[in-house]
């Protein structure tokens, strides 16, 4: 029998999240119940915003966030290549054109001086993205959309707990994007949220949420009504109560969960401080640690990656640039080139093991894994 398997994310439930599914399971509310309002007001002051929006993933949610705006067709929105591909979905499905800015190389965040050079008449919004749970530069990429009256969007989706100069995103955003798939910071199962201190984009990104009905069910009980409109077009994107109730019991262990990253992380910031061959990214204070990405010489990293998937590492490769992907190249016209950056860093980057629970004993291994296979593969080229 091999060694055990050690994947790149992890949940960790513990006997709390269990109890608060069960006592969920026997209040008599499955959904639309108490329990979302308490893990919406919960998420929405735990990052300092006014209201929350729970959706049920992090991608509906920011289908949420498009509908809210009423971006659609004619308009372009600024993001970045190197993210999952729901952030460039949820703009070309509403119909709007998105636009890619380049990466900066040390961090692989949006680069302002590129999104400020690909601002048009058509630019209505940005859409940043904290890859790996590493804030953006907030206060540039808000000074350009002020200046050019643009919404700034935030897909925190990896960046739940982070901060920035004592700031959260979404105390710099306009809208932020929150997930909790099982690998990420807390996990509901499934599910997202939107946040935002606009109430006008709150109560649109709700009434999406729920076929773009203008009330819900509880409104009409409280007035004794079966009158509803719908006004805009929406979809059933709801969270459960069963999800939202696993959700609170999560947050309440949200700061455990980041200094357990942040210490792995910090491990291996020291062992590969001395290890030519390994280029970490750059990490600053507040960085929530989601992913732990490496730089490896591109010569060897497919190699790499298959040698250490094969020892029982999962490592995984986050991300394929979305503009290379054929949905865009067909659509938008995209290819190599359009960002170098990005393009030449795809080729290079591994995400290491990296979740609450990893022990030492584990975190040796990869290490070690990582260390004989390029020094093998280096001696072999």
């Known amino acids: 029998m091999g060694e055990k398997i050690i994947p790149y994310g992890r949940q960790f439930i513990d006997a709390e999240d269990v109890q608060a599914v069960v006592s969920c399971l026997e209040s008599g509310w499955l959904t639309t119940g108490p329990a979302v309002e308490r893990f919406e007001r919960k998420v929405a ?43 460039a979905n949820c ?54 959309a002020d200046k050019n009256g643009l919404t700034l969007l935030s897909d925190c989706c990896h960046g739940l707990g982070s901060e920035q100069g004592g700031l959260t995103p979404a105390q710099q955003a306009d809208i932020t994007i929150y997930s909790f798939h099982p690998v990420k910071a807390i996990t509901t199962g499934e599910g997202g949220m939107l946040v935002s201190d606009d109430a006008e984009i709150a109560a649109a990104a709700a009434s999406f949420r729920n076929h773009g009905i203008t009330s819900d069910f509880k409104k009409r009980e409280h007035s004794a009504s079966y009158v509803y409109d719908i006004e805009r077009p929406g979809g059933n994107y709801r969270l459960s109560d069963i999800h939202c109730a696993l959700g609170c019991s999560q947050l309440d262990k949200l700061d455990f969960f980041l200094r357990e990253r942040e210490r792995i992380a910090g491990i291996y910031d020291e062992v590969f401080s001395n290890f030519s061959a390994v280029a970490p990214l750059r990490r600053e204070p507040g960085h929530a640690n989601h992913l732990y990405v490496v730089r490896v010489d591109n010569a060897v990293r497919d190699d790499l990656f298959r040698l ?28 190599e080139g359009l960002c170098p950056v990005a393009e030449k860093a795809a080729k290079e980057i591994l995400s290491l093991p990296i979740f609450p629970g990893l022990t030492a004993e584990e975190q040796n291994r990869v290490v070690d894994v990582l260390k ?8 072999g080229k």
């Open 45 to 87: 002051d735990r990052v300092r915003a006014g209201y929350g929006v729970a959706f049920s993933s992090g991608s509906t949610a920011l289908m949420g966030a498009v509908a809210a705006l009423g971006l659609g067709p004619g308009d372009e929105v600024i993001t970045t290549p190197i993210t999952f591909a729901a952030t």
């Open 308 to 335: 250490m998937r094969s020892g029982g590492i999962m490592v995984n490769v986050h991300y394929l640039p979305v503009h290379l992907m054929t949905l865009y190249r067909c659509e938008l016209g995209t290819g």
């Open 372 to 379: 004989i296979g390029l020094i093998q593969l280096e001696s």
């Open 91 to 144: 703009i070309l499905n509403c119909g709007a054109k998105p636009v890619f800015a380049d990466v900066l190389p040390d961090s692989l965040l949006i680069d302002p001086q590129s999104v400020e050079s690909l601002v048009t008449p058509a630019t209505k919004a940005i859409f940043a993205v904290d890859y790996a749970g590493q804030p953006c530069d907030y206060p540039v990429l808000r000074a350009i």
